[in-house]
T-cell receptor
Framework: GAVVSQHPSWVICKSGTSVKIECRSL??????MFWYRQFPKQSLMLMAT?????????EQGVEKDKFLINHASLTLSTLTVTSAHPEDSSFYIC????????????FGQGTRLTVV | AQSVTQLGSHVSVSEGALVLLRCNYS??????LFWYVQYPNQGLQLLLK??????LVKGINGFEAEFKKSETSFHLTKPSAHMSDAAEYFC??????????FGQGTELSVKP
């Protein structure tokens, strides 16, 4: 199956700083990537959809100025958490949607963000 | 709009006992349904998927699920639980554009 690589797998940052998370499709091209957030002991919630070459689409309640998404190429989507606060501490996972060859989504390994 | 509901946020079974994790879906179109497992501090691993072919789907690690349209259900089962099955399990339905809509999750505990 297709491989999605997400980095870093974990990061600790200070309040007020920004953190960038990368999501790469290693052996296929992805015009769309999904970004999910998972708080402890909770389910995954879709935050936004990144679209190669155009603006991301954010779910209701997600601050687009805080969670900057860039999809500059067909193999890379990035999520930047700006001016991070402790309440942004969470598990962030990217996913490439199914394509013509596959009926399932492909997930990155996830990034554990801790803001101190 | 599609949605899934997992009944029971926590299920506890004894090693060797039957595992049954419940999932009901709502969808206005024929659904694509998935079960994922998540171990602590790890990503998601696909257990199995239903894509409108056979209604009884077999997955990895001895898990299987049966799609029942009349009951709008897609319950996950395993005949004999193993200690290594202890994890969080998520049922999901594919939404528009390929995004996944997840259930609330069920934590499975396996007692020796």
């Amino acid at each position: 199956g297709a491989v999605v690589s997400q980095h870093p797998s974990w990061v600790i940052c200070k309040s007020g700083t920004s953190v960038k998370i990368e999501c790469r499709s290693l052996d296929f091209q992805a015009t769309t990537m999904f970004w999910y957030r998972q708080f402890p002991k909770q389910s995954l919630m879709l935050m936004a959809t990144s679209n190669e070459g155009s603006k991301a689409t954010y779910e209701q309640g997600v601050e687009k100025d805080k969670f900057l998404i860039n999809h500059a190429s067909l193999t890379l989507s990035t999520l930047t958490v700006t001016s991070a606060h402790p309440e942004d501490s969470s598990f962030y996972i990217c996913s490439a949607p199914p394509n013509m060859m596959n009926t399932e989504a492909f997930f990155g390994q996830g990034t554990r963000l801790t803001v101190v | 709009a599609q949605s899934v509901t997992q009944l029971g946020s926590h299920v506890s079974v004894s090693e060797g006992a039957l595992v049954l994790l419940r999932c009901n879906y709502s969808s206005s179109v024929p659904p694509y349904l998935f079960w994922y497992v998540q171990y602590p501090n790890q990503g998601l691993q696909l257990l199995l998927k239903y894509t409108s072919a056979a209604t009884l789907v077999k997955g990895i690690n001895g898990f299987e699920a049966e799609f029942k349209k009349s009951e709008t259900s897609f319950h996950l089962t395993k005949p004999s639980a193993h200690m290594s099955d202890a994890a969080e399990y998520f049922c999901a339905v594919r939404g528009g554009g390929g995004k996944l809509i997840f259930g609330q999750g069920t934590e499975l505990s396996v007692k020796p």
